[in-house]
């Protein structure tokens, strides 16, 4: 009697939060728990930027420009004296910035394209079908050309460029996994009761599709960044004096002879940053889809 009272509150606790217990499997999991470290320490730079950061990041002091990593700048400065470990730290601002609105909003368009793909008439799944074929077949590099040419650089423009990438992709995918719900016993019995298709898009549909989509959303926040580094870099992105790892990497492939610790500041970063959300994606999608472990 005792052990039976002994497991219905842990089971009851377990209930109530079910988030509790995915976070103990993926602290269980060493690249779980690796991921979920780099990831906060990510965030947590961003946040707390104005707190650690020791100097301004756009004040100019030419009498320390090219120096070495040090306790006065422990990454050192750039060519015009910055200290780059501030400008590190209020770039992971802008980069989980446009990687994060961009992404939610890709994935959330994304959605409501594919829930009206799948779910829809066949003319208009074959319509946003050809829209979406169309987007893909833009060239990434070609597209931020033209976005950049008609609204100029920016961050608006990078975060276009990420929505127009991505929105394919993620619809694509809710729309098969539609297409495959629609005809499930449960979405027939709501139909045969008289459920309108919001209500069947909404409660019976899109809560049991959601969860793959959001674990790939989570794997391709990495990619965004890099996507948004490589517009900056190529000066299509985020505009100096802002910090952007993609501008830090620019200053130091063009001032290497002179300093290496530039392109060391601005790409350790945007490694660490793929390194955690790519392990903390993988441990997601083995939590909540077991079958998939080890693929």
């Given at each position: 009697m005792s052990e039976q009272a002994s497991i219905k509150p842990a089971a009851l606790r377990a209930r109530s939060f079910p988030g509790l217990a995915a976070l103990r499997k993926i602290l269980r999991?060493?690249?779980?728990?690796?991921?979920?470290?780099?990831?906060?320490?990510?965030?947590?730079?961003?946040?707390?930027?104005?707190?650690?950061?020791?100097?301004?990041?756009?004040?100019?002091?030419?009498?320390?420009?090219?120096?070495?990593?040090?306790?006065?700048?422990?990454?050192?400065?750039?060519?015009?004296?910055?200290?780059?470990?501030s400008r590190v730290l209020y770039g992971a601002r802008i980069a989980l910035l446009v990687a994060l609105g961009s992404t939610a909003l890709s994935l959330m368009l994304g959605i409501v394209l594919g829930l009206m793909a799948g779910y829809g008439p066949r003319w208009l799944d074959a319509f946003l079908l050809l829209v979406f074929d169309a987007m893909k077949s833009f060239p990434t590099i070609m597209l931020a050309l033209t976005i950049v040419t008609l609204a100029g650089p920016s961050m608006v423009s990078v975060v276009m460029v990420v929505v127009m990438v991505s929105v394919p992709g993620y619809a694509r995918i809710i729309r098969t996994q539609t297409i495959a719900m629609k005809t499930a016993e449960h979405v027939t019995a709501a139909r045969s009761m008289g459920a309108g298709t919001i209500r069947i898009l909404r409660v019976h549909i899109l809560p049991n599709i959601i969860g793959p989509i959001v674990i790939l959303a989570s794997m391709d926040v990495p990619v965004v960044i890099g996507i948004e580094a490589g517009l900056s870099f190529l000066g299509l992105g985020v505009r100096p004096p802002t910090p952007s790892w993609g501008t830090i990497l620019n200053d130091g492939f063009a001032n290497i002879r002179d300093s290496s610790w530039i392109v060391i500041a601005g790409g350790l970063p945007i490694i660490l940053t793929t390194l955690g959300f790519t392990f903390l994606g993988e441990t997601l999608r083995d939590v909540f889809d077991p079958r998939l472990k080890g693929r």
């Amino acid at each position: 009697m005792s052990e039976q009272a002994s497991i219905k509150p842990a089971a009851l606790r377990a209930r109530s939060f079910p988030g509790l217990a995915a976070l103990r499997k993926i602290l269980r999991e060493p690249m779980g728990f690796f991921g979920l470290a780099l990831v906060v320490l990510i965030l947590a730079s961003a946040i707390f930027a104005d707190l650690l950061a020791m100097y301004d990041p756009t004040k100019i002091a030419p009498q320390n420009r090219f120096q070495g990593p040090s306790l006065t700048h422990l990454l050192g400065t750039d060519h015009l004296g910055r200290d780059l470990l501030s400008r590190v730290l209020y770039g992971a601002r802008i980069a989980l910035l446009v990687a994060l609105g961009s992404t939610a909003l890709s994935l959330m368009l994304g959605i409501v394209l594919g829930l009206m793909a799948g779910y829809g008439p066949r003319w208009l799944d074959a319509f946003l079908l050809l829209v979406f074929d169309a987007m893909k077949s833009f060239p990434t590099i070609m597209l931020a050309l033209t976005i950049v040419t008609l609204a100029g650089p920016s961050m608006v423009s990078v975060v276009m460029v990420v929505v127009m990438v991505s929105v394919p992709g993620y619809a694509r995918i809710i729309r098969t996994q539609t297409i495959a719900m629609k005809t499930a016993e449960h979405v027939t019995a709501a139909r045969s009761m008289g459920a309108g298709t919001i209500r069947i898009l909404r409660v019976h549909i899109l809560p049991n599709i959601i969860g793959p989509i959001v674990i790939l959303a989570s794997m391709d926040v990495p990619v965004v960044i890099g996507i948004e580094a490589g517009l900056s870099f190529l000066g299509l992105g985020v505009r100096p004096p802002t910090p952007s790892w993609g501008t830090i990497l620019n200053d130091g492939f063009a001032n290497i002879r002179d300093s290496s610790w530039i392109v060391i500041a601005g790409g350790l970063p945007i490694i660490l940053t793929t390194l955690g959300f790519t392990f903390l994606g993988e441990t997601l999608r083995d939590v909540f889809d077991p079958r998939l472990k080890g693929r």
